[in-house]
């Protein structure tokens, strides 16, 4: 589904990536933790196609990313400024679904049927702006969904979030991967909800030049469960594995 191969970018002579390459293969949920600052935001506009890679290329479905691929859905961290004020929240959901040519009816039809999926039946008809933060989210994650994307990019999604309405939409991502198999690469500085929700976890180095410092297959048992999955020993060796990384990681640069 999606390479990176020898992938560099930089800002005048400021080195932000350094040689990046990953295979992601079809319907994995792929975690990548590192530092503020590391570069995991620019690493996931690169591969959007919403920065141009200065050195390397990103190809998904076998073809070289020059814009926005097809099929392509971006959840941010700042989903306030993502959605739409005037509009509903069915309006904001439907939104991508003109560029499909569908219909008013179809189109309403969809986002109700996602709106569903994620627990905001009942506020199809309310503006972003009356809703909670989790609720906001929850719609530009709909938004996301409702194009039926083959790779979804989500940017550090929860982490403005409280603590019960970040385990919720962890749970409500992991739902959506085992049901519709897209292809996700997930940013986190979380190191729990890294090991929590991956299927692996990629440690990028601090900056300048950030590189890779692990690449670690999870491999727990589902259905995961916020207290049984957490209480595993595979999860707490797991989760020291990766902060070892990212430690050793800061250590390199301190």
């Known amino acids: 589904m999606l390479t990176l191969d020898s992938l560099s970018r930089h800002y005048g002579d400021h080195s932000v990536l350094r040689d990046i390459s990953l295979t992601v293969p079809d319907g994995q949920l ?18 959007a196609g919403l920065l141009p890679a200065h050195e390397g290329t990103v190809t998904v479905d076998d073809t070289p990313v020059s814009g926005v691929p097809d099929r392509l859905a971006v959840v941010f961290q700042d989903y306030g400024r ?27 039809g969809e ?3 996602i709106l569903e999926r994620v627990g905001l039946a009942g506020a199809a008809r309310r503006h972003p702006w009356q809703l909670s933060g989790g609720m906001q989210q929850r719609v530009a994650i709909a938004r996301a969904l409702v194009c039926r994307p083959s790779l979804l990019l989500m940017d550090e999604p929860f982490g403005s979030l409280d603590a019960q309405t970040r385990e919720d939409l962890e749970d409500l991502l992991l739902e959506v991967h085992r049901t519709d198999g897209a292809t996700i690469v997930f940013v986190t500085h979380d190191i729990d909800e890294s090991v929590y929700v991956g299927d692996r976890v990629v440690v990028l180095s601090p900056g300048p030049g950030s590189r890779v410092l692990l690449d670690l297959p999870v491999g727990l048992p ?12 595979e999860f ?6 990766v902060g070892r990384a990212v430690r050793s990681g800061a250590g390199e640069v301190s």
Do not use: M
């Open 30 to 47: 792929l975690c990548v933790v590192g530092p503020s600052g590391c570069g995991k935001s620019t690493l996931l506009r690169t591969i």
């Open 82 to 108: 993502s959605l739409f004020p005037w509009l509903t929240v069915r309006e904001n959901v439907a939104l991508p679904l003109r560029r499909r040519g569908l219909g008013r009816a179809e189109r309403r």
């Open 111 to 113: 986002a109700e049927r």
């Open 222 to 233: 589902g259905p995961r469960d916020q207290i049984g999955t957490r209480g595993l020993p």
């Open 236 to 241: 707490v060796a797991l989760r020291a594995q």
